[in-house]
Nanobody, 124 residues
């Protein structure tokens, strides 16, 4: 299973970006999908989560500005980022809980997969 994130770039304060993260491979189902970010010199933090039923949670710093969504048919999660601030500058990572085949027969296992980060820079 691979997660491919895209959509990062340079944007001015107040601008918008939309990140995408598509999962591919031998996937039986996908549970919770998350976006994390890591700013220079800081620990990685959870930004937003979405369950397979569509329930969402956000870190306080992005509430009202970021929107997480998913397309289950495409195994893709999105992060719409509006009213961006310089402090949103970070490498953004997606993570997914994926049910995959395990061994023979009908065995399956849930594993966490991470995508490679995509850099978001908010600067004038």
């Amino acid at each position: 299973v691979q997660l491919q994130a895209s959509g990062g770039g340079l944007v001015q304060p107040g601008g918008s970006l939309r990140l995408s993260c598509a999962a591919s491979g031998r996937i039986l189902s996908i549970g919770t999908m998350d976006w994390y970010r890591q700013a220079p010199g800081k620990q990685r933090e959870l930004v937003a989560s979405i369950s397979n039923g569509g329930s969402t949670t956000y870190v306080d710093a992005v509430k009202g500005r970021f929107t997480i969504s998913r397309d289950n048919a495409k195994n893709t999660v999105y992060l719409q980022m509006d009213s961006l601030k310089p402090e949103d500058t970070a490498v953004y990572y997606c993570k997914a809980e994926v049910t995959v085949p395990a061994g023979g027969g009908f065995n399956e296992v849930i594993r966490e997969y991470w995508g490679k980060g995509t850099l978001v820079t908010v600067s004038s």
